[in-house]
């Protein structure tokens, strides 16, 4: 999802309550914050000397300790208030993915994919996943089926990877 469809579609829900759903059926406890909105630039080079660049936009969610007590979501009203704040002080690259970036007691901090949402009662519900990591030089190292007991490596001398 890209950061112009996350900011219109809470804005389109302003009335519902924001969720964060990420692992199925677990969500970001009523305490979360949005701490930090990050303006990211990857630029990268493969195992097969390909060159590449884009921009992301990373929320960072917090479960606060002081707000444990919490009973209710963040409203999409207020989390727009938040994102609009921040981008009239670093302005989004709004064709730019939007990924969240969170963890708790039991979840590892990890960045996340928006892979879907819901519409449930008077929630918005995020629906996050992880992306598996992957070889984007699959043709250039001569790996054709990932699924393969053994592959060749794609990184000896000849191979034309890195």
């Known amino acids: ?11 389109e829900h302003q009335d519902k309550a924001l969720l964060f759903e ?39 969610l917090w479960e606060s300790p002081l707000d444990i007590l919490n009973t209710k979501y963040m409203s999409a009203y207020k989390a727009l208030a938040i994102l609009k704040k921040v981008g009239t002080m670093k302005p989004y690259t709004l064709d730019a993915e939007v990924k969240f970036e969170y963890s708790n007691s039991t979840f590892h901090t990890a960045q996340l994919f928006v892979n879907d ?23 250039i190292c001569g790996i054709v089926d990932e699924v393969k007991d053994k592959v060749e490596s794609c990184c000896t001398p000849d191979s034309g990877c890195c």
């Open 22 to 60: 990420y692992a199925p059926k677990k969500y970001a406890g009523t305490n979360y914050h949005i701490t930090e909105v990050k303006h990211i630039t990857v630029d990268s080079v493969d195992c097969g000397g390909q060159v590449d660049a884009w921009k992301e936009t990373i929320i960072q």
């Open 1 to 11: 999802m890209t950061t112009q469809d996350f900011l219109s579609l809470i804005a």
């Open 117 to 139: 949402f819901v519409i449930q009662d008077q929630n918005l519900i995020i629906k996050l996943g992880i992306e598996k990591t992957a070889c984007k030089a699959l043709d």
